[in-house]
């Protein structure tokens, strides 16, 4: 069944004005990840990703992430847009999230800004903000996007969407 995308109303962006192939972008706002009462990453130079029908996926620059939070990088899937992820645990105060965060150490050509960069899963995560804004997960589990108000669906991820 094809979806039927939501309007988007004033201040509002629609996933389904995302582009396929998708589109990297710099993020005018600051991000920040919270896990375990510590913030573990915070940065003003980050970038999202915008893909048709999901919610913007958000990279971190490796220094602006806390020293000692990620585990050792293990070879994670393919992405026909990125290439080669890497995925990592994460840590943060007593809290530990198995593979709750993926890299693209040697990205394709149109998302070499983001090489090295690090996306984490808002699920797992204590809070996810975008500028003072909270994030909520894509549904699903497999896909990383952050859902904050100003975003309109559906969204990829939950039940009944693999085949869209």
Do not use: N
């Not at 039927?4 to 004005?17: A, H, L, T």
């Not at 693209?104 to 998302?111: A, K, L, N, V």
């Amino acid at each position: 069944m094809r979806p039927i995308p939501i309007r988007p109303g004033p201040g509002q962006e629609s996933v389904w004005d995302y582009p396929r192939p998708p589109r990297l972008e710099p993020v005018p706002e600051r991000l920040t990840v919270v896990l375990g009462g510590r913030t573990i990453a915070a940065t003003s130079a980050g970038f999202r990703v915008l893909e048709t029908s999901h919610p913007p996926t958000y990279y971190f620059p490796p220094q602006d992430i806390a020293e000692g939070v990620l585990g050792p990088a293990r070879r994670a899937g393919i992405c026909e847009w990125k290439g080669r992820a890497v995925l990592f645990d994460v840590a943060g105060g007593a809290e530990r999230a198995p593979g709750a965060a993926w890299a693209y150490p040697d990205p394709t050509p149109g998302f070499r800004p983001i090489a090295g960069y690090v996306a984490f899963y808002a699920g797992p995560m204590e809070s996810c903000l975008v500028g003072d804004v909270r994030a909520a997960p894509q549904p699903g589990g497999f896909y990383g996007g952050w859902i904050t108000p100003g975003l309109v669906g559906p969204f990829k991820g939950g039940p009944g969407t693999m085949g869209w």
